[in-house]
């Protein structure tokens, strides 16, 4: 192996070992929560009523607590990633101007990014069908992933704790520590790290998209505005109007859901027959050597970081009922 290509390892196992450990915190502030609430059940009698198996506490401490432990373990993997990176000013970086944001060019990235939940739909659907073959579903998944918030601390988190601490992990320190190796290169793997985090498979083709629009918002004009983009999805398009299609019948919710989503299909159709010159004009000045994602992909962290997600994403798959 050469020298380039070992740096470029190192470079990427680094920047993987961060996420991975950074995920493992926020899953162990979770788990932690629970053994020390089940340890304070089992040894206090007037709690007798709520003893039960682990596995039921921790459902018990993740539905009454969830909002609270999501926002504590970002906050605890936040702290592990800032004293990680807190002498090589990525995060300073992502936030610099580079462009002048306008509400058209917003408006068009805010467009493309809502058409990309129809990656969302048609990838679930047919990996439903394929699974349905074999006794599976992956109906569990989808349901957690288009679950709205039941209550405030949720909400909070949904809404704006977690498009914060997601942009600043994925496009500010993620995608900022790879910029040497190109723009592109950071883009991409920045998105698919952030797509297999979630660790659903079919959230995980639409974040993987989605990490592409917010990756190349935050390159050419600033971390500020991915971070607004990202607010604007959970809050409006996520909860809104998941609330709204709660109230309406359910052939009226499915017109509003499916109208909307063809609308801004059609919408982005548009748009990339117009600026398909700038787009692949982009690509072509910022596209990286196919080496290099063979390197970053076989990289030690990279595989141990994909291996993990794999097996949560399991999860979602259930045997037929």
Request: glycine content about 10%.
């Amino acid at each position: 192996m050469d020298t380039k290509k070992r740096a470029l390892k190192k470079k990427i196992n680094h920047t993987a070992r961060g996420v991975l450990f950074y995920n493992v915190i926020l899953v162990g502030v979770t788990l932690l929560f629970a053994v020390g609430y089940g340890v304070y059940v089992a040894l206090n009698p007037s709690c007798a009523g709520d003893a039960g198996t682990m596995q039921k506490i921790l459902e018990r401490s993740l539905g009454n607590y969830a909002g609270v432990l999501s926002i504590a373990g970002v906050a605890a993997g936040l702290l592990y990633l800032g004293i990680r990176h807190r002498k090589n000013g990525y995060l300073k970086e992502s936030f610099v101007r580079k462009k002048g944001m306008t509400p058209a060019v917003f408006g068009q990235m805010a467009c493309v990014f809502m058409s990309l939940q129809v990656l969302f739909i048609v990838g679930a659907a047919l990996a439903e069908i394929i699974l349905n073959q074999f006794g599976y579903s992956l109906q569990a998944s989808v349901d957690s992933a288009a679950s709205a918030s039941t209550d405030w601390s949720m909400f909070l988190y949904v809404g704006l704790v977690g498009p914060i601490a997601e942009e600043l992990v994925y496009r500010g320190i993620v995608m900022q520590s790879l910029m040497s190796c190109g723009k592109g290169f950071a883009v991409g793997i920045s998105a698919l790290l952030f797509g297999v985090m979630h660790g659903n498979f079919p959230q995980g083709l639409f974040a993987v998209a989605a990490g592409v629009v917010f990756g190349y918002i935050a390159s050419e004009y600033s971390i500020r505005w991915s971070i607004a983009l990202h607010i604007l999805n959970n809050v409006i398009f996520s909860e809104a109007l998941g609330k709204l299609a709660k109230l309406l019948p359910e052939t009226a919710a499915s017109v509003v859901e499916y109208g909307t989503l063809i609308g801004f299909a059609v919408l982005t159709c548009v748009i990339f027959c117009r600026k398909r010159d700038k787009i692949a004009s982009w690509w072509r000045e910022n596209r990286p050597e196919k080496s290099m994602w063979f390197s970053a992909l076989t990289a030690v962290w990279m595989i141990l970081f994909f291996i993990m997600e794999f097996f949560i994403a399991l999860n979602g798959i259930k045997p037929v009922a």
